[in-house]
């Protein structure tokens, strides 16, 4: 019986002018993760969606 062949492709995005610096470091103790996940929507919203700039980093393997 053949396998299905799947890939997990790994994007990484450059998302600019998110948040500003006092506000960053005011309400988000300068973390990334807490502020970006404020501003997704708690991940909700598609990085696609704030990006200027998307590269492909990693390619795996999966097979189903």
């Given at each position: 019986?053949?396998?299905?062949?799947?890939?997990?492709?790994?994007?990484?995005?450059?998302?600019?002018?998110?948040?500003?610096?006092?506000?960053?470091?005011?309400?988000?103790?300068?973390?990334?993760?807490?502020?970006?996940?404020?501003?997704?929507?708690?991940?909700?919203?598609?990085?696609?969606?704030?990006?200027?700039?998307?590269?492909?980093?990693?390619v795996?393997?999966?097979?189903?």
């Amino acid at each position: 019986m053949e396998k299905n062949i799947g890939f997990r492709v790994t994007v990484e995005f450059d998302c600019t002018d998110m948040i500003d610096e006092k506000t960053f470091h005011d309400e988000f103790n300068c973390d990334p993760m807490a502020a970006y996940r404020f501003v997704s929507d708690n991940f909700n919203d598609s990085p696609l969606n704030f990006s200027i700039d998307d590269r492909i980093i990693k390619v795996e393997l999966l097979i189903t």
